[in-house]
Nanobody, 128 residues
Framework: QVHLVESGGGSVQAGGSLRLSCVVS??????????MAWFRQAPGKEREGVAA??????YYLDSVKARFTISRDSAKNTVSLQMNSLKPEDTAMYYC?????????????????????WGQGTQVTVSS
């Protein structure tokens, strides 16, 4: 069983930065090459994959490339998302997700249904 807890959300003005963290608590062996990802969901929109890390690779949604950076620290059981140059369209609930295998893409995107474990979410609001 894997338990994910996010933190670090908040309200910032456009151009600002936030760092989201996801603490991974596990009661079975967890391979840190497994896929860890951040998704977001804005009101009235589908949940979309923002970034993922696993198996030595990373993935970023086109709209966040060069602005967001995903990283992990296995010693601290943490996966982080550094978000810079934030835009109002980045406003959403952000979720940490995990699955016990390497990251896979469907039509070039992360799919929520491919992930087995989810955090409760942390709100990010960017004002113009």
């Amino acid at each position: 069983q894997v338990h994910l807890v996010e933190s670090g959300g908040g309200s910032v003005q456009a151009g600002g930065s936030l760092r989201l963290s996801c603490v991974v608590s596990r009661y079975t062996y967890w391979n840190w090459n497994n896929c860890m990802a951040w998704f977001r969901q804005a009101p009235g929109k589908e949940r979309e994959g923002v970034a993922a890390i696993g198996g030595g690779t990373t993935y970023y949604l086109d709209s966040v490339k060069a602005r967001f950076t995903i990283s992990r620290d296995s010693a601290k059981n943490t996966v982080s998302l550094q978000m810079n140059s934030l835009k109002p369209e980045d406003t959403a609930m952000y979720y940490c997700a995990a699955v016990a295998r390497w990251c896979t893409l469907t039509a070039g995107r992360l799919k929520p249904g491919e992930f087995d474990y989810w955090g409760q979410g942390t709100q990010v609001t960017v004002s113009s």
